[in-house]
């Protein structure tokens, strides 16, 4: 990327914008810091940026569905978790054995 200062830019403007033409992105900067203040592309490369993404479409590109599809991984688990790596999971503990799922709380917890 070339960087410019804003009063180079001004006088080398068309110089500038053949760059930006050649899909090569210009920054322009200002002031005596050298603060980066904009960057000058081709309007081809900007609607390329901001147009809305299909994200099925870019799930499909993904590597991870490439990896799939190459048999990598499982189509159906691709990220298989062993039993033994499996635990009990309680949610709270419940009020003496009673069953309603009741959940118990410390003194002052609603």
Same mark, same amino acid.
Request: glycine fraction near 8%; hydrophobic fraction near 40%; aromatic fraction near 6%.
């Given at each position: +990327?070339?960087?410019?200062?804003?009063?180079?830019?001004? #006088? %080398? /403007?068309?110089?500038?914008?053949? %760059?930006?033409?050649?899909?090569?992105?210009?920054?322009?900067?200002?002031?005596?810091? %050298?603060?980066?203040?904009?960057?000058?592309?081709?309007?081809?490369? &900007?609607?390329?940026?901001?147009?809305?993404?299909?994200? &099925?479409?870019? +799930?499909?590109?993904?590597?991870?569905?490439?990896?799939?599809?190459?048999?990598? @991984?499982?189509?159906?688990?691709? /990220?298989?978790?062993?039993?033994? +790596?499996?635990?009990?999971?309680?949610?709270?503990?419940?009020?003496?054995? =009673? #069953?309603? %799922?009741?959940?118990? @709380?410390? =003194?002052?917890?609603?």
């Amino acid at each position: +990327m070339r960087i410019w200062t804003l009063e180079k830019a001004k #006088n %080398g /403007f068309s110089e500038l914008v053949r %760059g930006a033409l050649a899909h090569e992105p210009q920054m322009v900067t200002r002031g005596r810091s %050298g603060a980066e203040a904009v960057v000058v592309i081709a309007r081809e490369d &900007y609607e390329r940026l901001v147009a809305p993404v299909d994200l &099925y479409a870019a +799930m499909q590109r993904s590597p991870l569905a490439s990896a799939i599809a190459e048999g990598v @991984f499982d189509r159906e688990d691709p /990220f298989p978790r062993p039993r033994e +790596m499996a635990r009990e999971l309680s949610l709270g503990a419940t009020g003496d054995d =009673d #069953n309603t %799922g009741s959940m118990v @709380f410390p =003194d002052g917890v609603p």
